[in-house]
């Protein structure tokens, strides 16, 4: 589904990734970790064409990945329901509405279409967003720290609702938990200025606990 062959990528002459070449294959859930700064949203903004390659060349068999993006949504006064959030997925179609209620279906929310978007929780809100990048039906959902800031009932919540879609949707999401990603997903990409993919059965204990090291050349160079 997705190929990085030789790529580079720098901002201005700031280099972030140099020579990453990685495959994820169709029905993939892959856990993306590293330290602050690695390049881990560079990489999605990569695979969204957010940005291009500095070299090498990215393949990609499916055109439209929907995104989760990083961060909070700061202005929680935007007079919005949740089911017309939802709707922001689908701006193209006049007729949103079936499918940002099926969406919060999926996700849960169903009972809170109505509400206001101000009046959820922030395991709410981030499954909201998850209906929202839903809602177009991608083949590739990419999510950026999706359980951030979230106590451990929502983020159970969250890894839950990925188990769930995995079964019909390639799935990669950048996450600090390490203990809980290394249970969840098939294969690990760690991003740390260069991508080894790892399995997670080896990502080693220091890393389980958060002290990142030189990044594990040689390990696994499938
Ligand atoms: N728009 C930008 N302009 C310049 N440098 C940036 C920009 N975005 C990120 N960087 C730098 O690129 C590096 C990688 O950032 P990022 O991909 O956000 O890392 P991560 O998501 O792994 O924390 C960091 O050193 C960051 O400061
Ligand atoms: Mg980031």
Redesign the pocket.
């Known amino acids: 589904m997705i190929e990085f062959k030789g790529v580079s990528f720098a901002?201005?002459d700031?280099p972030?990734l140099k020579d990453v070449n990685f495959k994820i294959e169709t029905g993939e859930y892959v856990g993306i970790i590293?330290?602050?700064?690695?390049?881990?949203?560079?990489?999605l903004k990569l695979i969204l064409g957010f940005i291009k390659p500095t070299s090498g060349s990215i393949l990609m068999s499916e055109d439209c990945p929907a995104h989760v993006p990083?961060g909070r949504i700061h202005d929680r006064k935007f007079p919005i329901s949740v089911l017309e959030l939802v709707g922001l997925g689908l701006l193209k179609t006049r007729n949103w509405k079936p499918g940002a209620i099926q969406a919060l279906e999926e996700v849960g929310l169903s009972s809170y279409a109505d509400k206001s978007f101000a009046a959820l929780s922030g395991g709410q809100l981030q499954r909201a967003l998850i209906a929202r990048a839903l809602v177009s039906k991608p083949k590739l959902l990419l999510l950026d720290e999706p359980t951030a800031n979230l106590d451990t009932g929502a983020q159970e919540d969250i890894h839950t609702l990925l188990k769930k879609l995995k079964k019909d949707i390639t799935i990669l999401m950048?996450s600090h938990d390490l203990q809980t990603i290394i249970k969840e997903v098939d294969r690990i990409l760690l991003?740390q200025g260069t991508i080894t993919p790892t399995m997670p059965k080896d990502v080693c204990e220091h890393f389980a606990m958060g002290l990142y090291h030189k990044p594990l050349l040689g390990k696994d160079k499938s």
């Open positions: 901002y201005e700031i972030v590293g330290p602050n700064g690695g390049g881990k949203t560079t990489l990083q950048v991003v």
